[in-house]
């Protein structure tokens, strides 16, 4: 800060006027004004203006000014000024800005003095006066065990966490145990990071794929440094890890790596020396947007694994917890002093918009447990969306607009994920957790948020469309057809469609007497055949995840949703046109649910709580399995496996055709609809089925 000018005496003619214009001038640091010559009075008045103007502005333009206003005043005149209110009005003038920039000065130190409080930073660094005898308790009764890494061949880890003891200096002291994290050597892990950037990261492209690939050169250069640095990395690392075996298949085999069947059960393996790694960073280190990197993947992994679980809901309420921490939801803040990151133009930025905007759109998701209750409010965040923009397009400083969201990068599904979460967001506040009632009012209100979700799907890019005919692909430019685009089409499609199906399924037992429930009806249906449609597309293409799509929750959620509306539709709408097309329709996606169960035991969890749920209501299947037994198929153990360019007929209605699914029989629906009748409640139906999906 510039010092405060000297006061200086005035000439005896002028300090007697001073005073009687300004009794309290004394206690004031006055300019010596005497040597001002009137010619420059109005340059000062102007000046004076312009910077009591400037006020609101940041506390080094208001120095600065100050500083221009007091070198003008104390330069050399010739000639003093005629007019002494003038000069009073030009000492008030600089007596107010020092005020102010002082004010300013105030107001920074009590932020600063606030976040200091609020900071923690010191227990993990060391950084602390506390008496030495203290210290060491607080540093060994709470920090994590001692780690650290080292590297073996995937071949040989059996167990990527182990124990050593290391002997003490100290003869006297009690030995430690230090845990081991067994990571693949370098050449094995740029090939998993690859397969997940390959194929796996446009799911939830929270990371920047040149920047996770330098990381892991100057990991494994580094590997030997203090665990406390290399703990948040080492944990995004793992979580790429665990998300790479677990989705590896025969076509990425290598010979450097086992079968495919023990990289997918290594994967279990790595997320929970995942696990360990985070719960050592969070006991000794202050956070780092890595560590929300590394949640993001495992608890996309763990709701694959478990549904949502416990685990998924501490992972995700930890991560989103550890973004407010780091100040992700002011990255763009209007005050800079409160931004975490200096430069908002920086790719470090943007990396954290893309980490903030991921945990904003999943904490508003309109499915699951959580359905009707978001935390983030977006009046209390101030971060732009992430830019549309490939990584390999992405610099340190990159400004002006970015791509149009016509043009296909790797962000597009991302973005339109947000955009479909912030209209959940919306749904959500117009629905009442204690509207359960199916009354005029409620499905009006059902009507005009399907209206947005239609309008959404006008609005999906071209490049997401799934109308393409062949004659058209051909049209379709190369960069639109990459593996990741193909597979984020599917994904967006499918959810867009199973988040209808929800919408709308409350009103198929009101189908037959009220006529504006016929149309939510229409509009069930026509998006439960489009989810099983997009599914018999997804199977002919012949990327690696077209093998491995069961094993992820979100896949199967929607085709559960379609299989619960189609089932629904026969059982109680009895009577209606096209009764055995739509068995036929039902059966197709039980027959997909029953093919999942090869990849998924939550595919035959799904399976069983459906058969529950039939059981509830009292129905009897021929082959149905007695209660405590586990479902079993009626057909052959092993997958059904479609080869790329089979021919498959779809109509223009969306039923599929039921060629090469196993055989299921069709006469469980005349006993079903025999069974049931139209008065049955479906919100209590619902009510009986596990609910597993993110």
Same mark, same amino acid.
């Given at each position: 800060m510039i010092p405060h000018s000297p006061i200086l005496p005035l000439p005896s003619c002028r300090k007697e006027f001073a005073k009687s214009a300004c009794p309290g001038i004394d206690q004031y640091p006055v300019i010596c004004v005497a040597l001002v010559s009137f010619a420059a009075v109005g340059n000062f008045r102007a000046q004076t203006a312009l910077l009591e103007a400037s006020i609101a502005s940041s506390e080094h333009d208001i120095l600065s000014r100050l500083q221009r206003l007091e070198d003008i005043i104390l330069s050399p005149r010739t000639s003093a000024p005629q007019d002494s209110t003038e000069l009073v009005e030009v000492a008030h003038a600089l007596t107010n800005l020092r005020r102010e920039a002082s004010k300013q000065h105030t107001e920074n130190d009590a932020e600063w003095l606030e976040r200091e409080c609020l900071d923690h930073s010191w227990l993990v660094s060391g950084a602390t006066s506390l008496p030495p005898s203290e210290a060491d308790w607080l540093e060994h009764s709470i920090h994590s065990d001692l780690i650290s890494f080292d590297t073996c061949s995937v071949s040989?880890?059996?167990? +990527?966490?182990?124990?050593?003891?290391?002997? #003490?200096?100290? +003869?006297?002291?009690?030995?430690? #145990?230090? @845990?081991?994290?067994?990571?693949? =050597?370098?050449?094995?892990? @740029?090939?998993?990071?690859? @397969?997940?950037?390959?194929?796996?990261?446009?799911?939830?492209?929270?990371?920047?794929?040149?920047? $996770?690939?330098?990381? $892991?050169? &100057?990991? *494994?250069?580094?590997?030997?440094?203090?665990?406390?640095?290399?703990?948040?990395?080492?944990?995004?690392?793992?979580?790429?890890?665990?998300?790479?075996?677990?989705?590896?298949?025969?076509? &990425?085999?290598?010979?450097?790596?086992?079968?495919?069947?023990?990289?997918?059960?290594?994967?279990?393996?790595?997320?929970?020396?995942?696990?360990?790694?985070?719960?050592? =960073?969070?006991?000794?280190? =202050?956070?780092?947007?890595?560590?929300?990197?590394?949640?993001?993947?495992?608890?996309?992994? $763990?709701?694959?694994?478990?549904?949502?679980?416990?685990? *998924?809901?501490?992972?995700?309420?930890?991560?989103?917890?550890?973004?407010?921490?780091?100040?992700?939801?002011?990255?763009?803040?209007?005050?800079?002093? %409160?931004?975490?990151? /200096?430069?908002?133009?920086? %790719?470090?930025?943007?990396?954290?918009?893309?980490?903030?905007?991921?945990?904003?759109?999943?904490?508003?998701?309109?499915i699951g447990p959580h359905e009707g209750i978001y935390t983030v409010n977006p009046k209390h965040m101030a971060v732009n969306k992430p830019r549309n923009e490939n990584d390999e397009d992405l610099l340190d400083g990159l400004k002006g607009d970015d791509k149009p969201l016509s043009q296909p990068t790797c962000m597009s599904y991302f973005l339109q994920r947000v955009k479909l979460a912030e209209r959940s967001r919306d749904f959500t506040d117009r629905d009442s957790l204690r509207d359960v009632s199916l009354s005029s009012e409620s499905q009006n209100n059902t009507m005009v948020i399907d209206a947005e979700i239609?309008?959404?799907?006008?609005?999906?890019?071209?490049?997401?469309?799934?109308?393409? =005919?062949?004659?058209?692909?051909? &049209?379709?430019?190369?960069?639109?057809?990459?593996?990741?685009?193909?597979? /984020?089409?599917?994904? %967006?499609?499918?959810?867009?469609?199973?988040?209808?199906? @929800?919408?709308?399924?409350?009103?198929?037992? /009101?189908?037959?007497t009220d006529p504006a429930c016929a149309r939510s009806r229409e509009i069930c249906l026509h998006a439960a055949r489009t989810v099983v449609r997009t599914e018999r597309l997804l199977r002919k293409e012949s990327t690696p995840f077209v093998m491995v799509r069961f094993k992820y929750s979100g896949v199967l959620y929607c085709l559960f949703m379609a299989a619960v509306v189609l089932l629904l539709d026969v059982c109680l709408n009895k009577g209606v046109a096209d009764e055995e097309a739509r068995k036929a329709e039902a059966m197709t996606a039980f027959g997909i649910l029953e093919e999942a169960r090869e990849q998924s035991k939550m595919a035959t969890k799904l399976l069983e709580s459906l058969m529950s749920v039939v059981r509830k209501h009292h129905v009897t299947l021929p082959g149905l399995p007695k209660d405590g037994q586990t479902f079993t198929a009626s057909s052959s153990d092993s997958p059904m496996i479609v080869e790329a360019g089979e021919p498959t007929s779809i109509e223009e209605t969306g039923i599929p055709d039921t060629e090469n699914l196993p055989e299921l029989d069709l006469s469980y629906f005349d006993e079903i609809w025999q069974s049931l009748g139209t008065e049955m409640d479906v919100a209590n139906l619902f009510s009986g089925l596990n609910s597993h999906f993110p």
């Open positions: 040989q880890i059996t167990n +990527p966490v182990s124990f050593f003891y290391q002997s #003490p200096a100290d +003869p006297c002291a009690q030995g430690e #145990p230090t @845990k081991c994290i067994w990571i693949p =050597s370098l050449e094995e892990s @740029k090939i998993l990071v690859e @397969k997940y950037l390959c194929d796996i990261t446009h799911i939830h492209h929270v990371i920047h794929s040149p920047t $996770v690939r330098t990381m $892991v050169n &100057d990991m *494994y250069t580094n590997l030997q440094s203090t665990p406390n640095t290399m703990a948040a990395k080492m944990a995004l690392l793992l979580s790429i890890i665990a998300s790479a075996t677990y989705s590896w298949t025969s076509r &990425d085999n290598d010979t450097i790596f086992p079968s495919p069947e023990v990289l997918n059960r290594q994967s279990l393996l790595w997320i929970k020396a995942t696990l360990d790694v985070l719960d050592y =960073s969070r006991r000794s280190t =202050s956070g780092a947007i890595e560590e929300i990197q590394a949640m993001i993947i495992l608890s996309f992994l $763990v709701s694959s694994l478990e549904g949502l679980s416990r685990r *998924y809901r501490d992972l995700f309420s930890t991560a989103a917890a550890l973004a407010r921490q780091l100040s992700l939801h002011r990255i763009d803040h209007p005050n800079p002093a %409160l931004r975490p990151f /200096q430069d908002p133009d920086s %790719l470090q930025a943007e990396v954290g918009r893309r980490v903030w905007w991921y945990v904003v759109a999943t904490d508003c998701r309109y239609e309008q959404f799907i006008r609005e999906i890019p071209t490049f997401f469309s799934l109308d393409h =005919s062949s004659a058209a692909d051909n &049209d379709v430019p190369k960069a639109q057809r990459t593996p990741g685009i193909l597979i /984020q089409s599917y994904i %967006l499609n499918s959810l867009v469609h199973a988040q209808r199906c @929800k919408l709308h399924v409350k009103y198929l037992a /009101q189908a037959k």
